[in-house]
């Protein structure tokens, strides 16, 4: 601890008395320079919320939300000018509170999240912001450790020695947020703009604090105050409890800051508050009356844990499961996660000769919040049982990791939340037939068997871990994209066609009207010109030279059997028959007619209109009844296939919302806001599981397109198909966001419901 710098004891190096009148004026000077740079930085944040509120009204999900944001624009506008100045009034206010000795210094660890709220019986709105504002502290003061650790320092000095820590730094990250908290008490707003405006006040204001710690710390060493100070934290500070020191060297995680073991990060801190109400003062694991035991040292509890490790990882901490699978059950699982507890303090028993009767109320925390993490492993129905398995393994390595580095549970960042994450994301898409190789499950396993084996107390692990999976992940990726691409390119061709041939019996049916057709115009038209048609949709588009002169082909080959039988009518048609042939010729070709095909048809077609133009003799006019010719088989009938479809309703293949059952109708809300890249479960009718992910909604059919991990196509259906599959429990859709975000909700949601009464000890 010699190393270590306490505040107290700062005051009287190389620092000669200074008069009140002087220390006065450079708390002047601090207050004149923060309040100048504040209402700088609060300015410009302000100036940012219109256009950070208005993009969140654009993209909102329905008119209800669009409103919120609008009427929260207008409201900030309106109001703008009282926050500003209420924030700068309270910002002056403390630290003149700060500068006359007035501020108390908590005897308990204080928790800047917490303020007055009692958190057991808080809002859920208040909640939300309390998280947040916590968040935003939590990952200020550790960006600006080294900065705000010499002006804590500078600041004591300057007042006499008094002790002065983030918490209670008149300019540090807490104070200002929390004095922005109060401020925002004057904005009326929805608790979704509150949350926006606190985002932005973390990125254009307390982003800014570096550059005014550097200037405040600039000023006073210019001044002569601890020109000399070097950077140093003290470990273990007012909340750490009796003999609970990390070991020497660890506790730190690379890339998130140096910070003391004992920090609980700014999640743990609220939740402290929602356990210690839960509990009602109940001791971990019972068992007896507490005597005049030492509380477990975190090196106790590591050990402990240790050896419970190193259990698992060779002979299996849980019961076997079936022969051959070398997997436990859930019940069996489940057991072993609530009992970890009990384990935990025999162990530490075994170790120090005592079993104690309780720990520390931070370590408790820990052990129940990990507790509660890897029981919401085993309830979460977005990961697959055999996947539940494994991952329920790793509650001994996260609680050690948890002891190490209380911010594990703070950070989205953290390494080790951020394996966990992915870990979780992956097994997701997972299933048996998605695996057959077995090679995404068997990477799983190596994980959390490297986890077992090799993880002892250096957090580094968590970081070349995740940085392993995300190779994989890489590498299984590119390979299921291209199986996509092709399933999706296959699937839009076939859509094209299917929309093409509908778009073509359509047109025909239109002109034909409902009334009769000879057969054998009828026939050319249902099978050889439809295809020619589907064939200059694809290749030219409908808004073709080519697609236009096709139609009209049509109306002049159904006209021509509509002339009636008189001289004028006569005298028309053979102005027709020769344009008639030509585009006959050429059409046909294009539709793969062989030429003793065409000569045929054209045979029939001569026959039929010398008939109709009284040229016909008794041989010819039988010939006109005669069958059409033999159509090669790679040319479908369409007008046929189509001909019960009316022409208004041959494009759409939905039935009406409004006779869609009311469940379906239920669900026809959740499948229209699915995107792509969402993972549904799939139930057959035998029982089998299929996992697979949104790839493609079609803008032709409005069909979802759903491919497997490996990118191979699992089906497609129509919007109410989908709909009536979720309605009958035969499809599920997952969760989208991260694991741990899921499963800190639900804690924190868990813990916020009344306690259950604890039974009598009997």
Known sequence: MKDAIEPNKIVNLNQRPESPERLGGLLHSVRDTASRRLQHLLGNMFEHVDDALFDLAEKAENNAAQMHYFDGMREVRKRRPVVERAYLAQFSRELTEFAANRRSVPTEPASPSLGTIELSLVGENELEESLAITSMISKNESRITRDLFALNQRLSVICGGIAVDDATNPVGPAVLTQTFRQAMRELSADMRVKLIIYKLFDRYVLSGLEELYQELNTELVRAGVLPQLRHGIVRGGPAQTAGSRAPAGTGTVPGIGDVSTEDAGNLLNTLHALFTARRGGHDLAGGGSPGPQTIPTANELL?????????????????????????????????????????????IGSLRGERPHHVSSIDEDTIDLVGMLFEFILEDRNLPPQMQVLLARLQIPYLKAAILDRRLFAHRQHPARRLLDSLADVAKGWSDESDKDRRLHDKVKAIVEQLLHEFDDDMGIFERLLSDLQEFQELTRKRAELAEQRVAESTRGREKLEQARRRAA???????????????????????????????????????????????????????TRLGNHEEGRATLRQMLPGIERALRRGLANVAFQENDVERLLGQLHAYYRQQLGEAGPATSAVSEQAPPAIPDSIQSIVDSVQDVSPLAADQADEPLEILPPEVQAQMEAVGAMKPGTWIEFCAADAAVERAKLSWISPMSGRYLFVNRRGLKVGDFAPQELAASLAAGGARILASNAFFDRAMDAIVGRLSQPATEAPEPG
């Open 506 to 560: 359509r047109e025909i049916l239109e002109r034909i009207d409902g009334k009769p057709v000879p057969p054998l115009v009828h026939g050319v038209l249902a099978r050889a010109w439809a295809n020619y048609l589907v064939l200059v949709l694809l290749r030219q588009g409908e808004d073709s030279p080519e697609f236009a002169d096709g139609l009209r082909f049509v109306n002049e080959f159904i006209a021509s």
């Open 303 to 347: 050990g402990a844990l240790s050896v419970l490790q190193n259990q698992l990882a060779s002979q299996g901490l849980f019961a076997p499961g079936p022969a051959g699978t070398g997997l436990t059950t859930d019940t069996d699982i489940a057991h072993e996660v609530a009992a970890l507890k009990e384990h935990l303090l025999n162990q």
